[in-house]
Nanobody, 124 residues
Framework: QVQLVESGGGLVQTGGSLRLSCVAS????????MGWFRQAPGKEREFVAT????????YYSDSVKGRFTISRDNAENTVYLQMNSLTPEDSAVYYC?????????????????WGQGTQVTVSS
């Protein structure tokens, strides 16, 4: 069992930056990749970014590519999401999760051990 706790969310103005963290605890860190998803009110939870265990293969959704950076510190059992050039469309609850498969995946169903989420609000 792995417990995930996100932090770093908050209120920021358009064009601002935030850095989200997700710390894992429990029996083991995520064996495979880790991902970030987000869910805005009234919308489906959507993929944001994922990174492999060796950090060699990050993937991003088209909506955040070039603005967000995912990174991982296995020694600290932590995954990060640096978010720059934020817009109101980025406002959502952000969740981290452990992948249940060994290949990079953007599909929500292939992730397990979700955190409780951290709110990001971008004002215009």
């Amino acid at each position: 069992q792995v417990q995930l706790v996100e932090s770093g969310g908050g209120l920021v103005q358009t064009g601002g930056s935030l850095r989200l963290s997700c710390v894992a605890s429990g029996r083991a860190f995520c064996t495979y990749g880790m991902g970030w998803f987000r869910q805005a009110p009234g919308k489906e939870r959507e993929f944001v970014a994922t990174i492999s265990r060796d950090s060699r293969t990050p993937y991003y959704s088209d909506s955040v590519k070039g603005r967000f950076t995912i990174s991982r510190d296995n020694a600290e059992n932590t995954v990060y999401l640096q978010m720059n050039s934020l817009t109101p469309e980025d406002s959502a609850v952000y969740y981290c999760a452990c992948a249940a498969v060994s290949w990079p995946t953007t599909t929500r169903a292939t992730y397990k051990y979700w955190g409780q989420g951290t709110q990001v609000t971008v004002s215009s």
